[in-house]
């Protein structure tokens, strides 16, 4: 047996930086309330929010009610997403939407993450990048520094804890390969 054990009372994060003021992240997660996690249903209203707390926002992006966003800061939205009811964007570092990709309900992207074999359970964090056309499913989660390829599909209450190849369809927790995934006109 290891004879360490957990300390919380060493965990520090100074280290770490949201990228804006207190003032500025305390404005932010009113807007997120009011706005965002409430039903608030005006998706270009959501979209100049977005915009004017830093995000990058395409066109027709629609962000259903119940979505909770981290920092607006740090988040690229391209065309045509879709992001559903109760999503949850934890994005302590960048996370990328690609033009055409779907985040279903509940979905939870999770730029953060402690390390489990350090006493002080240190905070780590990763960018995410869901690529064009990509879907991560209802209630499925996307862990710190994985990439979901192109027209990838992460299915139903999967979670994905490595990046996923362009075309493929994952399920499981760790999510694997399950078939290619194919489109048709």
């Known amino acids: 047996m290891n004879k360490y054990r957990t ?3 060493s965990y520090n994060n100074a280290w770490y930086s949201p ?5 500025f992240r305390v404005l932010w997660y009113g807007t997120n309330m009011l706005f965002f996690k409430s039903f608030f249903p005006f998706y270009g209203i959501k979209r100049m929010l977005l915009r004017l707390f830093g995000a990058v926002v395409g066109n027709n992006v629609i962000i259903k009610p119940h979505v909770s966003i981290k920092y607006p800061w740090k988040l690229i939205i391209g065309n045509n997403v879709w992001i559903g009811e109760g999503v949850w964007i934890d994005n302590l570092a960048m996370v990328n939407l690609g033009d055409n990709s779907c985040l279903s309900q509940g979905a939870m992207l999770l730029c953060g ?34 990439k979901l390829g192109s027209h990838s599909l992460l299915t139903v209450g999967s979670v994905a804890t490595a990046n996923l190849e362009a075309y493929w369809i994952y399920q499981g927790n760790p999510a694997q390969k399950l078939k290619i995934r194919t489109i048709s006109a």
Not at 129 to 139: L, Q, T
């Open 7 to 9: 300390d919380l009372s």
């Open 19 to 23: 990228g804006k003021s207190v003032f």
């Open 113 to 146: 993450n402690h390390n489990y074999k350090k006493r002080s359970f240190d905070l780590m964090v990763g960018n995410i990048s869901i690529e064009e056309g990509a879907w991560v499913g209802a209630r499925a989660t996307v862990c710190p520094g994985v």
